[in-house]
């Protein structure tokens, strides 16, 4: 098999000739990764497209890249959108729609386009070349952190994004209409691409709970997560669909498969039971991660990751199955003889 082909037949809960590997659910490059020359000696199966930044994040990014490289300011893939849309998380957090009270304040707020044709230009293009490769492509959409419930809190602040969801939900539902409404137009632009798999991202997790009872998550997100996948596979029938967030999301697992949802990620072991989810589920969902602890990635031994992914591999199995670290390996602290572990183990027992 092809990655390409391994990575469909894991999403569509059947076994692969190996489990096939990732490194997260938008990247990053293991040649950002790897010392000069590694990166072409290790499989990796899935590549990442994404929108183009704004200009707002370009002025950013590059300011960024102004600061000392032992600077820790998070994830730049993240941080980068800050601008583009007035959230600033520093000493004082700004909100831009922290003073919002009814649906028609949310009328004076700068909406970001998100949808304009230079931010997809050539994604298409990217796509077709790495199929040609016969690797598998998955495409992320723009957003401030997560598509409807981190946007919702970081425009709105956190206090009050969630007494809008309890005591508001005129104002919840009118904000998360348009963000439904942004994504599910770039999600169709993604599925008209060409990728295999639409990732959706909002962390609605905590490590022992989620931030939101399921029951709201039902009445406000359930319904517009569905038609921002519906809207991607009326273009795409085929695609696969890759739902992330962090920390315990168990209780929804059942509702995420019932409006498309094919794979879930990370599955951090520490907070998330692969096994029992396979004994509830069986292969659908797949499960895209499920391997090492922050602690271990970041401060374990190479050894102490290779028998995480022996493990995990035998007690999962092959089907429904796309291995990846359970955390981010964009901060400088994953040392490459961690990474380079798990991508050894992957190959010898996957």
Do not use: C
């Amino acid at each position: 098999m092809d990655s390409r082909t391994r990575v469909l037949t894991a999403l569509s809960g059947e076994a692969p000739d190996k489990v096939p590997v990732a490194l997260g659910f938008s990247g990053p490059d293991l040649a950002s990764l790897a010392p000069a020359g590694e990166a072409e000696r290790y499989r990796v199966d899935v590549r990442f497209v994404s929108f183009r930044p704004s200009p707002e994040q370009e002025q950013f990014e590059r300011f960024v890249e102004s600061l000392p490289r032992d600077t820790r300011i998070g994830g730049q893939a993240l941080l980068r959108t800050y601008a583009e849309w007035g959230y600033q998380p520093d000493v004082t957090e700004v909100n831009p729609l922290a003073q919002a009270r009814t649906p028609a304040d949310l009328d004076a707020y700068a909406w970001p386009d998100t949808s304009a044709p230079y931010r997809y230009e050539g994604m298409a293009a990217d796509v077709a070349a790495y199929h040609e490769r016969g690797l598998a492509v998955a495409g992320n959409l723009p957003h401030l952190g997560g598509e409807l419930f981190e946007t919702g809190w970081r425009l709105r602040g956190f206090q009050n994004w969630n007494l809008d969801l309890l005591e508001r939900p005129e104002l919840a539902d009118s904000l998360l209409d348009r963000l439904a409404a942004m994504s599910s137009r770039n999600a169709a632009t993604v599925a008209a691409s060409g990728v295999d798999v639409l990732v959706l991202d909002d962390d609605v997790g905590m490590p022992e709970h989620m931030i939101i009872s399921p029951e709201l998550w039902r009445r406000f997100l359930q319904p517009r997560l569905a038609r921002v996948i519906a809207a991607a596979r009326e273009v795409k029938p085929d695609i696969r669909v890759l739902y992330h967030s962090d920390g315990v999301i168990t209780p929804i697992i059942g509702e995420l498969l019932a409006i498309g949802v094919d794979a879930i990620n990370p599955v951090q072991p520490d907070r998330m039971d692969g096994v029992a989810i396979r004994r509830a589920f069986g292969t659908r969902p797949a499960l895209w991660g499920t391997v090492g602890t922050h602690a271990a990635l970041a401060y374990g031994t190479p050894d102490t990751i290779r028998a995480e992914v022996r493990r995990r591999i035998q007690e999962l199995g092959r089907a429904g199955l796309v291995l990846a670290p359970a955390y981010d390996l964009d901060e400088p602290d994953v040392p490459w003889p961690n990474l380079r572990a798990f991508l050894e183990a992957a190959e010898e027992f996957g």
